[in-house]
């Protein structure tokens, strides 16, 4: 018996030291994994302290921008009304405001036209176009291709000019005449302005650029296409002179421009084989008129007209009373269609020039040896070419003009032909 309870003790003792033993290295090995973990857990951390450290750097940095990256580019590629109200509500203080603006529209300008490049461009141009006649003489042509209003529709004008170019360099084609208008109403009159310009400095005796009623300081005034999708009236009316700071100088180099282009020219197409020539008066709006359709009462100004042949200064075109009246009406004039009004009267519609009716178009033609006149001016929806009284044909080239749905197209002429076809199938 008692043998049992000595046994008993040693092996209670030796259990108790065994879990003792078994207990401390558990708690180490526990101990050394915990460590483990928290050396895992340490790195971590540092590691997220870096890339807080990184990313408060980045943002330190993207802060120094002006103005915001995102917001930036978001107006500079599309000048949204909501981002531009939201740039204005989320910057505090009339100068901050203004510096942003100044970033936004010195961003616009550069990186939409390249702006001084542009403008020596047009510079050059208008040289060219000073040495012209006011009334441009245009002789010894096989063919003549005559685009009408672009209104700032650039793709149309790319595609026109380059089927110009193709024909230029295969010469099969002796001259081209823009009829105005190049600018307003569509989103790209610089574009189109660039283009067109483009093709004169190429080809300077091969391409006569004439004035349309949109160029000129009284409708640009109130059109302003230098502020291309609406900026001015995205922009509230206080930094309406903060605008006007980037625009100035480009708004003056183009108004030379306008102030150089020539009101009218006069066309000889001739056909070798016949050797006979079609005579052909080229202007944006029409033939000035006085009041009354008889020659006695127009004999005048019609004169006066034909004389503008002999002088490179041009004619006032923005005042609409006596003495420049004539250079008004040449590039605001419209025709009456129906060939029923005997008199020429004043445009309601435009507020300015006259309607010129049938029997005054067909006394100038005769008394002028004109075979017809070709023109702008005048949208008639579908009909990119209208001829009327086989007299006049207006020419539109401009597509989708206001959201119409137009297409516009350009005229071909030779002796024989007037063609109504796209460039790119002549």
Not at 344 to 355: A, F, L
Request: hydrophobic share 35%.
């Amino acid at each position: 018996m008692k043998f049992k309870i000595k046994n008993y003790k040693v092996f209670l003792f030796i259990f108790i030291f065994i879990s003792a033993v078994c207990f401390v290295s558990s708690f180490s090995v526990c101990a050394s994994k915990s460590g483990e973990a928290e050396s895992e857990i340490d790195l971590t951390l540092k590691e997220d302290e870096k890339s807080d450290k990184k990313d408060l750097m980045t943002t330190s940095n993207k802060s120094k921008k002006e103005p915001s990256d995102d917001l930036l580019d978001d107006i500079a590629e599309n000048i949204s009304e909501d981002s531009l109200n939201l740039l204005l509500t989320t910057v505090e203080g009339e100068e901050e405001k203004e510096n942003f603006l100044n970033c936004i529209l010195d961003g616009i300008i550069q990186k939409k036209e390249n702006l001084k490049e542009f403008q020596e461009k047009v510079k050059l141009c208008s040289k060219i176009l000073k040495e012209e006649k006011t009334f441009v003489t245009i002789k010894k042509i096989k063919n003549l291709i005559a685009v009408g209003d672009l209104h700032g529709d650039s793709v149309s004008t790319a595609k026109y000019v380059k089927g110009i170019e193709e024909l230029f360099k295969k010469d099969e084609l002796d001259h081209v005449i823009f009829l105005g208008d190049y600018v307003d109403r569509g989103p790209d009159s610089i574009k189109v302005l660039n283009t067109v310009i483009d093709l004169k400095l190429s080809y300077p005796n091969k391409v006569t650029l004439l004035r349309g009623n949109h160029e000129t300081k009284n409708v640009f005034r109130i059109f302003s296409f230098i502020d291309e999708n609406s900026l001015m009236n995205q922009v509230n009316r206080k930094y309406y002179p903060l605008c006007n700071k980037y625009t100035d100088e480009l708004k003056a180099v183009l108004l030379d421009f306008f102030n150089a282009l020539p009101l009218a020219a006069d066309i000889d197409i001739d056909s070798p084989s016949l050797k006979k020539t079609r005579k052909i008066l080229a202007v944006h709006g029409g033939i000035p008129c006085r009041r009354f359709s008889d020659y006695a009462s127009n004999e005048l100004i019609w004169n006066s007209f034909m004389n503008l042949r002999e002088t490179n200064g041009r004619i006032p075109v923005d005042i609409s009373n006596e003495p420049y009246v004539l250079g008004t009406q040449i590039l605001w004039n419209d025709f009456e269609c129906t060939g029923v009004t005997f008199e020429n009267v004043y445009n309601k519609d435009r507020t300015n020039g006259r309607i010129i009716s049938k029997e005054a178009l067909e006394n100038f033609c005769k008394v002028y040896n004109y075979d017809f006149i070709i023109r702008g001016h005048t949208f008639y929806g579908n009909k990119s070419i209208y001829n009327l009284f086989n007299k006049c044909y207006t020419i539109f080239s401009a597509s989708n003009y206001v959201g119409s749905g137009n297409t516009g197209d350009i005229a071909y002429f030779d002796y024989y032909r007037i063609l109504n076809k796209s460039i790119l199938d002549l």
